[in-house]
């Protein structure tokens, strides 16, 4: 079956507006992707290096901040590039390893929030169960989920997209989307249609999920004094990633399908990318300031580089 071979690059028509501030979103690129590694770098090595962060939920948060690292990964080192360049094009091959890094990388992050949903469930509905439920070897197995089942569901995705054949390289974004590639195609696009619909489905009974389990938590909560402690502690931060990252996304969502070409190609841009700009910062931030436990593990690593880097000072003064 003759499908894409004639397409070679797809051009990428978003960076039209990003022309005469280049150097300036250049910049702001560099410092976010620098920002985001730092904070998302930094709480996974507080996780790690101490053993009495190594419970299940925080095992879940160090998923989430590596999902953040894989996600923005695929996104930003290729539009930096892109903002100083003249040519703005992506190879066929480029374009749907963007797409699969970036289509999984939203999967995997509704999965560990889910994952991390049933968590509180149990830790604080069924308070006696939890270590039996949660443990260790459990959460290993369930974490190694959350990431199998969505880039598999990606490789699907991925691969239907691959057998259409196109009659265009044209793509009014600043990165490759499955939803623009696939509106390329010369013929039938029903398979892709029936597969993306049960994916959808599939992800939006992550999202019922997690609303269930946390209405569950709310009326457990509400009964003590200590349900209402750990709810506040570690729930609101959760529901707050869950809001961040969910808002993000239907901006994107709106954009992609319901975009008027009456908006600026430059407002058009921020909403295509705000899930690849938001959530990467706030989450780490959310957490790092909320949970106690990882809040003071934080302050006391900055301490300690701060006696250490005033020790050197001092006696490289001596």
């Known amino acids: 079956m003759n499908n894409t071979s004639s397409i070679i690059v797809f051009s990428l028509s978003g960076f039209n507006a990003t022309v005469n501030y280049r150097v300036t979103l250049f910049s702001l690129t560099v410092l976010t992707y620098c920002v985001i590694l730092v904070l998302n770098v930094s709480l996974i090595l ?107 569901s990606k490789l699907i995705v991925v691969t239907l997209t691959t057998r259409l054949k196109l009659c265009g390289s044209h793509i009014e974004k600043i990165y490759c989307e499955n939803w623009a590639v696939v509106k390329l195609a010369c013929g039938s696009t029903k398979a892709n249609d029936i597969f993306g619909l049960f994916f959808i489905s599939f992800y939006i009974g992550h999202v019922l999920f997690i609303l269930v389990s946390y209405v569950q938590v709310v009326k457990s909560a509400l009964k003590s004094r200590e349900g209402r402690r750990k709810f506040t502690q570690t729930c609101v931060p959760h529901l707050l990633c ?37 959530p990467p910062i706030l989450n780490p931030i959310i957490y790092g300031l909320i949970l106690t436990k990882i809040r003071g593990k934080v302050n006391s690593l900055c301490l300690k580089c701060k006696k250490n880097s005033i020790f050197a000072s001092v006696s490289a003064s001596l």
């Open 46 to 152: 507080t996780i790690i290096l101490d053993k009495n962060l190594h419970e299940p939920m925080y095992i879940c948060l160090c998923n989430l901040f590596i999902n953040e690292l894989y996600g923005t990964a695929g996104f930003f080192p290729k539009f930096a590039f892109d903002l100083l360049s003249d040519v703005h094009v992506i190879s066929y091959v480029g374009c749907l390893l963007q797409i699969f890094v970036i289509y999984s990388y939203v999967n995997v992050g509704y999965t560990v929030l889910a994952l991390m949903a049933y968590d509180r469930y149990v830790a604080i509905c069924r308070p006696l169960e939890y270590h039996s439920v949660m443990s260790l070897r459990r959460t290993a197995v369930l974490v190694a989920l959350s990431w199998l089942v969505p880039l598999c």
């Open 242 to 278: 869950l809001l961040n990252v969910t808002a993000a996304l239907l901006f994107d969502l709106m954009y992609s399908r319901y975009g008027s070409a009456s908006v600026p190609q430059s407002v058009k841009n921020f909403m295509a990318i705000q899930f690849l700009l938001i």
